[in-house]
């Protein structure tokens, strides 16, 4: 695994030394945790708004809304 220095607050490094308190096996674990969490929130919210523009875009212009109509046609429901 790699290694990275990164600069804390007071209060996350306390936080980070009761790793033990949440189940982890040390402070490694715990960041890595943490970031993926982070990691798969930041998507979620990515791949929510790209369905926000799709939904505007379906919404706004009548010929993508046709394509899209003309396109499901035959598809079971």
């Excluded at 009761?18 to 798969?40: I, N, P, Q, W």
């Amino acid at each position: 695994m790699l290694q990275v220095k990164v600069s804390l607050e007071e209060y996350q490094v306390d936080f980070l030394s009761s790793y033990g308190a949440y189940g982890f096996k040390d402070k490694s674990s715990m960041v890595r945790v943490a970031l993926r969490r982070l990691y798969e929130e930041l998507e979620q919210q990515r791949l929510r708004q790209s369905a926000d523009l799709y939904t505007e875009i379906y919404t706004e212009d009548d010929e993508t809304r046709e394509l899209t109509e003309l396109a499901i046609v035959g598809w079971p429901e």
